[in-house]
């Protein structure tokens, strides 16, 4: 979590003291030319990353090359969407250090406070790096309609209002980050982000009954009408909002939603592979389209914000991710499933509401004693999708 500090008005003047007749003359260019020069980000860390990246994509791609009969078209369109995905990759890495400079410029930089008293402490770490994550996905996304859609494809407008979703929030976190903007006005924004989603939103607005409700209801199946769009906005507020609450640590953010998308994309695929519905297998595939380039950019963005961290995310980030994670659950028609993969920030959010609700002091940075707890945080993490695998399938069992 950064300590943001900002540069005050006098400290960038560059205009002579008027007292002194033989002060300097104005030394902003050189400044920031020497400001330029000397800064160097830490190597990104990609041995953790090939590490990461393996032990999560490992069991996603043998299900879709090897143990599933996946159909020829949607494996082609799914693995032309994993190269660019892989070639964002790359250009995420590259821009980091480049967008790095330009923020440090601005005096957008924070102060690790888990490294207080150290001399790792004292450096300055520049934020919101989000927003490299954020124009490189929308880039590789808006690319790939080349290859995949076609002008009168029932999914374009879907696919193009999400994105507009996504790119509102992108904006939205990036002002959070360069206007402080307050908590209660962030739970509002992700609503009027999703408007464009939920007015091209033509999917089914039902919900099947367990079977063990059904002499209760009277219905195996309830239309809820509106109450669902209602669901589906509420439900992209909650992701937003808890990649964000849930913060703080070198990696935490992007670390939780690189094991989410995989938990994802390993979904997916299952369901691809169970089902012979050829609408389920779009609505399926359209949510990996839009997975995979952000597993790969956040990736990226990893290597540089793991422990320790020479970049910060910013809210930028967060929102982002969150925005994304939510249009892919909801276009993809697995909501309820995603709302399990989320069920670490769900019993966050809960052991918060004391904090929120001004019951219980909340501290401007709440910090735990262990230094290394972003780690066990995301093996906590994995073990909780793996969790909600073994029981979203047992659920399962209750709609049949």
């Known amino acids: 979590m950064?300590?943001?500090?900002?540069?005050?008005?006098?400290?960038?003047?560059?205009?002579?003291?008027?007292?002194?007749?033989?002060?300097?003359?104005?030394?902003?260019?050189?400044?920031?030319?020497?400001?330029?020069?000397?800064?160097?980000?830490?190597?990104?860390?990609?041995?953790?990353?090939f590490v990461i990246s393996t032990l999560l994509c490992s069991l996603y791609l043998y299900l879709l090359c090897f143990h599933y009969k996946v159909?020829?078209?949607?494996?082609?369109?799914?693995?032309?969407?994993?190269?660019?995905?892989?070639?964002?990759?790359?250009?995420?890495?590259?821009?980091?250090?480049?967008?790095?400079?330009?923020?440090?410029?601005r005096n957008m930089f924070g102060f690790d406070i888990n490294k207080r008293g150290t001399p790792q402490g004292d450096i300055k770490v520049p934020e919101s790096l989000g927003i490299v994550v954020g124009i490189v996905f929308l880039?590789?996304?808006?690319?790939?309609?080349?290859?995949?859609?076609?002008?009168?494809?029932?999914?374009?407008?879907?696919?193009?209002?999400?994105l507009a979703s996504i790119c509102f929030?992108?904006?939205?976190?990036?002002?959070?980050?360069?206007?402080?903007?307050?908590?209660?006005?962030?739970?509002?924004?992700?609503?009027f982000a999703t408007l464009p989603l939920l007015m091209a939103y033509a999917g089914h607005t039902t919900i099947v009954i367990p079977k063990p409700l059904v002499a209760y209801i009277g219905s195996e199946v309830l239309d809820l009408g509106r109450i669902y769009k209602l669901y589906m906005g509420l439900l992209a507020v909650f992701c937003t909002n808890s990649i964000n609450i849930h913060a703080g640590l070198n990696?935490?953010?992007?670390?939780?939603?690189?094991?989410?998308?995989?938990?994802?994309?390993?979904?997916?695929?299952?369901?691809?592979?169970?089902?012979?519905?050829?609408?389920?297998?779009?609505?399926?595939?359209?949510s990996i389209f839009l997975t995979q380039p952000l597993m790969a950019t956040s990736l990226a963005m990893l290597a540089y914000n793991w422990y320790p961290s020479s970049v910060f995310v910013g809210d930028t980030y967060t929102v982002f991710a969150g925005m994304t994670m939510a249009v892919v659950g909801i276009l993809g028609h697995f909501s309820e499933t995603l709302l399990i993969f989320f069920?670490?920030?769900?019993?966050?959010?809960?052991?918060?509401?004391?904090?929120?609700?001004?019951?219980?002091?909340?501290?401007?940075?709440?910090?735990?004693?262990?230094?290394?707890?972003?780690?066990?945080?995301?093996?906590?993490?994995?073990?909780?999708?793996?969790?909600?695998?073994?029981?979203?399938?047992?659920?399962?069992?209750?709609?049949?």
């Open 2 to 49: 950064a300590a943001r500090k900002r540069a005050s008005s006098m400290s960038i003047s560059n205009k002579p003291d008027p007292a002194e007749p033989n002060s300097a003359p104005p030394v902003q260019k050189m400044t920031r030319k020497t400001v330029g020069e000397e800064f160097r980000l830490a190597p990104p860390k990609l041995g953790v990353i």
């Open 71 to 105: 159909d020829y078209e949607l494996k082609r369109s799914i693995l032309i969407n994993a190269g660019l995905s892989f070639v964002g990759f790359f250009v995420t890495l590259k821009m980091i250090p480049v967008a790095a400079r330009y923020v440090l410029r």
């Open 139 to 162: 880039i590789v996304a808006i690319i790939f309609q080349y290859f995949n859609f076609t002008e009168d494809s029932n999914w374009l407008v879907e696919y193009n209002a999400a």
């Open 169 to 191: 929030m992108i904006l939205l976190g990036f002002v959070d980050d360069v206007l402080d903007v307050p908590w209660r006005v962030k739970l509002v924004l992700p609503t």
């Open 251 to 286: 990696g935490l953010e992007i670390g939780q939603t690189v094991v989410i998308a995989a938990a994802i994309l390993i979904h997916n695929v299952m369901q691809i592979g169970s089902s012979t519905d050829p609408e389920y297998h779009q609505a399926h595939t359209f």
């Open 343 to 400: 069920l670490p920030q769900v019993l966050n959010f809960l052991l918060s509401l004391p904090q929120l609700a001004g019951i219980v002091k909340c501290p401007r940075h709440r910090l735990p004693r262990h230094k290394r707890w972003d780690t066990r945080q995301r093996v906590l993490e994995a073990l909780a999708c793996t969790f909600c695998f073994i029981l979203r399938h047992f659920l399962a069992g209750w709609y049949k």
